[in-house]
């Protein structure tokens, strides 16, 4: 969803934009922090949407309205998800098969700084359930416990009662 940051090594596009601070959600700003908990000048784009991977991405959520959406990135070890409804089950059934610690809605986020523009209060919003999974390290993709994870979402998308 990034070649430009896959080419330069970077989580930013060629513009300057970051694409997970240049989702339209409530939460959408122009300026945002890094990853790096650094603030930064249009870091979320021009305006929401203003990237056409953000963009190529958002028309294909909203023609196939997707079950359940799982968002990868790196490095924490732990996963954002809601907590009630069917997304809290899914979320809850990815957490307790993976092992990713689940912060406690209102409690301390694992993350120094905050978060603008991203894609899962975008589908929230949406009403589509989603995750954010911070894999351990940014190399290792952890495929084993995200398999489990995403075994337990299917098992309850497949046998809502299980």
Known sequence: ANPDGLATGSRQFAS?????????????????????????????????????????LADWVLANHPVFVVNYHSAGGFMFG??????????????QASGYTWPAPGGPSPLPYSTSGSMNVWLRELGIPSILVELSTPRATEIERNLAGLAAVLQQVADPAS
């Open 16 to 56: 300057g934009v970051d694409p997970n601070r240049n989702w339209g959600g409530s939460d959408w700003r122009a300026d945002a922090y890094d990853s790096n908990a650094g603030y930064r000048p249009g870091l979320g784009g021009p305006e929401p949407f203003s990237e056409p991977e953000t963009r190529q």
């Open 82 to 95: 809601a907590r009630d409804g069917v997304a809290g089950e899914y979320s809850q059934a990815y957490a």
